[in-house]
């Protein structure tokens, strides 16, 4: 067996069910090459990833897409969820999820459901989601999910379309009386990179964003929790890339490719091992994508002797591939790599034009 | 269980019925050891006395039934066992993981 690092146990697996979707935003974080219908797992190899994932030490199960309503063993497969023990949360669009399937979700053991929320502003929420009538769609299933005990948390992404409304974004998920909700900055892989530059916010904008945050946690403590995503094209510290490379989560695909995060695809030298060919634990312990950047023995200087290397692992390695050609170097967005400049020259490329939807 | 910023003093009343709210949840994970109590994006690692006191928030017994259960059960005096109940449950409804 070949181990590069220290091994641990995992405790989140994200479960891209399917990647078909009503919307089409333009930040979506599936890959560009999306798969069809034809090639998704069914529910009886859901079932046994499940199992297996609980047997390796995972905790929480997050049912995701694409648009997880768009599979209709959505409810199977949920329950398949609970059968393993895991903390089932359905991440959705809210398009394509009946009130009927919603309650079939709840009798199945359904833990908890995020919802996404493109803006305060409907004409402009629909015009993101490239989907009319998505904001209104939302809200009502929102309203459902609560209405029926499931606990809510309404999931915000951040761009320059909407950056200047997040404390509207904010009352609108007190309306919904949801208990969380994430904010999280537009990250640029994948759909989110074609549309870098239609997306992008100014650098005034994230640092007001950054102090609205900030206040509004103070005004509404007690009243919800507010998670924050910074912004890492405006930061001077990278983020540490998912807690650690096969650290502490799994993502498998709709096909049953297993990553150790969902943009991991756009590193060309990985090879990824798929679920119906391996088990988990072969996979998290001996794939080579797994093993590929464990541990930080793999990074270069600045890195290697840098005090923050256990803390941010050097970064993102999918963003370091993107913006440097090389998946091992010190993530650029890090003020001591020496591509910083680049990521400081494209976080200041606004352009105002049509977004490349994601389509299928 | 780790409580930090618990208040001992912030009594609780003994008709209330302490339950885990839907979405958080107590489990068992071989792999990880024990006992973990489960919310969205969180994990608590629960020692044996929280196990025990958790397993009795059912929503359906009283705060002072559950305290009795626990003093014969392993029996143990009480008020210390009223104050250590107290002190877990008023910091996880502090955290929004309990209902009392």
């Not at chain 1, 181990?3 to 399917?18: D, N, V, Y």
């Not at chain 1, 256990?310 to 170097?329: H, N, V, Y």
């Not at chain 2, 994970?29 to 006395?49: S, T």
């Amino acid at each position: 067996m070949v181990q590069a690092g220290p091994l641990t146990k995992p405790l989140g697996l994200l479960a891209e069910l399917t990647h078909r979707c009503p919307l089409g935003c333009p930040y979506c974080s599936n890959p560009v090459a999306l798969e069809p219908r034809d090639n998704e797992l069914d529910a009886a190899t859901w079932s046994r990833v499940f199992a297996e994932a609980a047997g390796l030490g995972v905790l929480h199960v997050h049912l995701s897409g694409g648009e997880p309503g768009a599979r209709r063993d959505l409810v199977d497969i949920a329950a398949h969820a609970r059968e393993a023990g895991l903390y089932t949360n359905l991440i959705t669009s809210g398009v394509g999820i009946t009130s009927r399937t919603l309650r079939d979700l709840w009798e199945a053991g359904l833990d908890h459901i995020q919802v996404s929320i493109q803006d305060s502003d409907a004409v402009s929420a629909d015009r993101i989601a490239g989907y009319r009538g998505a904001f209104q769609r939302k809200h009502a299933l929102a309203t459902e999910a609560v209405r029926i005990g499931l606990p809510l948390t309404v999931n915000l992404v951040v761009h320059r379309a909407n950056i200047e409304r997040i404390s509207e974004m904010v009352d609108l998920a007190l309306r919904l009386k949801a208990a969380r909700i994430e904010i999280a900055h537009v990250q640029y892989y994948g759909w989110a990179l074609k549309n870098r530059d239609a997306l992008m916010p100014t650098a005034e904008q994230v640092q007001r964003a950054a102090v609205e945050v900030e206040e509004l946690r103070k005004k509404h403590h007690g009243a919800i929790v507010i998670d924050a995503v910074v912004p890492d094209y405006h930061a001077r510290l990278p983020k540490p890339c998912v807690g650690g490379w096969g650290k502490r989560s799994l993502n498998v695909t709709p096909t049953g490719k297993v990553l150790p995060c969902h943009a991991a695809e756009a590193i060309p030298e990985l090879e990824f091992w798929n679920v119906r060919d391996h088990s988990l634990a072969d996979i998290w312990t001996s794939s080579p994508a797994f093993n590929a950047f464990r541990g930080t023995d793999f990074l270069p200087e600045p890195c290697a002797t840098c005090e923050r290397r256990e803390i941010d692992f050097g970064g993102c390695r999918c963003q370091a591939f993107l913006l440097t050609g090389d998946a091992r170097a010190t993530d650029p967005v890090c003020h001591k790599s020496p591509h910083h400049h680049r990521v400081v020259e494209l976080a200041a490329v606004q352009e105002d034009r049509p977004y490349d939807y994601r389509r299928m | 269980m780790t409580e930090s910023g618990a208040n001992e003093n912030n009594a609780i009343a003994s008709d209330a019925k302490p339950r885990l709210p839907r979405g958080v949840r107590l489990t068992h994970n071989e792999a990880q050891g024990g006992w973990v109590l489960l919310a969205p994006e969180r994990i608590f690692k629960a020692d044996a006395i929280a196990v025990e006191i958790l397993k009795r928030c059912t929503g359906e017994a009283t705060f002072g039934a559950i305290v009795d259960d626990l003093a014969t059960t392993f029996n143990a005096p009480r008020d210390r066992i009223g104050t250590d109940v107290t002190k877990l449950l008023r910091g996880l409804a502090d955290k929004k993981l309990l209902e009392l």
